[in-house]
């Protein structure tokens, strides 16, 4: 059972804060004007669970995969031209890997929805 994110967690601060933004900076690329992006943090099970949900055109199943490696640009393209340097997902996958974590897209009807999953040194 997740429980709410505690205060203070054992993690490394940087990288969890490089992930969240550009995990942040992706929806807010594809998210239409007015859309809503929420962002979840929970506890639980020894892991931290950070999610990026948005109400853009999601990610294309034959790219759920491929989409964590550098310049790769996604089937599903944004509304408006993006200025971003295509390394944002791939660098959101090596911080997860390098707390020990990993990244992922889940499949959703409307919008991405992307989840980083990292032990809580705290709770091991």
Do not use: W
């Amino acid at each position: 059972a997740a429980t709410p994110l505690p205060a203070k967690i054992q993690s490394d601060p940087g990288r969890l804060r490089q992930a969240v933004s550009n995990l942040l900076s992706n929806a807010i690329d594809f998210s239409p004007v007015g859309g809503e992006i929420r962002l979840l943090a929970t506890a639980g099970d020894g892991n931290l669970r950070l999610e990026c949900i948005d109400q853009g055109p999601g990610v294309a199943e034959e790219d759920m995969e491929r989409i964590f490696e550098p310049f790769v640009q996604g089937l599903r393209k944004a509304a408006v031209p993006r200025q971003g340097s295509g390394v944002g997902l791939s660098i959101v996958r090596e911080l997860a890997l390098a707390m020990g974590g990993r990244v992922c897209v889940l499949p959703s009807e409307i919008g991405a929805h992307f989840y980083v999953e990292i032990p809580d040194d705290k709770q091991q």
